[in-house]
């Protein structure tokens, strides 16, 4: 059974910096397309980034494109996501997703397990 266990979240002033994690098991995540979502109050659960974990593609919302970056360390079957020059708007929850589908993904239906979510809050 695939399970995600999402890490690294916290409050932070806007301009900072976090990294969160995304500690794969239970597959063979060398096929696997992964990602970062984001949930905020009221609003719906969006897409942030993917990477293609036997390729190391990666694709980016226009909302994070030059601010966030995507990795994933095959050794420790984790996925990355760095989060610089964090602003308010950036707070949510942020959930990683694992899927089986082949290529770019965006959609959350598209991806069949999730991490529990982890916290992410920009202060002004």
């Known amino acids: 059974q695939v399970q995600l266990v999402d890490a690294g979240g916290g409050l932070v002033q806007a301009g900072g910096s976090l990294r969160l994690s995304c500690a794969a098991s239970g597959g063979s995540f060398s096929s696997y397309t992964m990602a970062w979502f984001r949930q905020a109050p009221g609003k719906e659960r969006e897409f942030v980034a993917t990477?293609?974990?036997?390729?190391?593609?990666?694709y980016y919302s226009d909302s994070v494109k030059g601010r966030f970056t995507i990795s994933r360390d095959n050794a420790k079957n984790t996925v990355y996501l760095q989060m610089n020059s964090l602003k308010p708007e950036d707070t949510a929850v942020y959930y990683c997703?694992?899927?089986?589908?082949?290529?770019?993904?965006?959609?959350?239906?598209?991806?069949?397990?999730w991490g529990q979510g982890t916290q992410v809050s920009v202060s002004s």
């Open positions: 997703a694992a899927s089986l589908r082949v290529g770019v993904r965006l959609g959350v239906s598209d991806y069949g397990y």
């Open positions: 990477i293609l974990w036997n390729s190391g593609r990666t």
